[in-house]
C-alpha cells in the first residue's frame, strides 16, 4: 500500500521500459488470444455451419465424416493465411487494431512466410509446453513469431 499512496503523490516514478531502437514491440497476449477467439467466431463458426448443413446436410453426417472436418480446417486455414498476406490483419487483429508484419521489412509477411507461420502455430498449439514460450519472454514474442521472423504489433 505505501508504494502505491507514494507513486500516485509522485514521490516514486513508475518505471519506464526502454526497449533497443531496433526492437520492435509485440501487441498484448491478452489482445492476440482475444482477437483469436473473435476470428473463431467470424471465420470458423460460419464455415462449420456451412459445411454442417449445407454441404453435409446435418450433424450426423458431419461427425461421421473426418474428412468435412479436414476440409474445414484447410479451408479456415486458409482464409487466415490470405488475410495476413493481403492485409496484414484478420477480423479479430482488426478489432484490437493489431497487424502481422515482417520484422525486416515493415510490411506484411508473404504468402510462404504466412504458411510458415500457420504451421509453426498449429505445431506450437498441439504441444501445450510451446504456447506458454510467450510468458517467460520480456518481449512477448510466440514461437511462430520468432521462427517467422514476423511481429503482431499494435497500429498507429
Do not use: C, H
Not at 510458415?116 to 504456447?131: E, G
Amino acid at each position: 500500500m505505501p508504494r502505491w499512496r507514494d507513486t500516485k503523490q509522485g514521490k516514486i516514478k513508475p518505471e519506464i521500459k526502454i526497449l533497443p531502437k531496433n526492437a520492435i514491440q509485440s501487441a498484448p497476449l491478452s489482445f492476440r488470444m482475444k482477437s483469436f477467439i473473435i476470428d473463431m467466431f467470424m471465420i470458423m463458426m460460419p464455415l462449420m455451419y456451412f459445411t454442417t448443413y449445407v454441404v453435409m446436410g446435418g450433424k450426423n453426417d458431419f461427425q461421421g465424416s473426418s474428412d468435412a472436418r479436414w476440409v474445414s480446417a484447410l479451408v479456415y486455414a486458409l482464409i487466415i493465411i490470405l488475410f495476413w498476406f493481403f492485409k496484414g490483419q484478420t477480423p479479430g487483429f482488426k478489432a484490437y487494431d493489431l497487424r502481422l508484419i515482417d520484422n525486416k521489412t515493415g510490411e506484411n509477411v508473404s504468402f510462404i512466410k504466412s504458411v510458415f507461420r500457420y504451421i509453426i502455430f498449429i505445431f506450437s498449439a498441439s504441444t501445450i509446453i510451446l504456447s506458454f514460450i510467450p510468458f517467460f519472454r520480456k518481449d512477448k514474442k510466440t514461437l511462430q513469431d520468432l521462427i517467422s521472423n514476423s511481429s503482431v504489433i499494435v497500429k498507429k
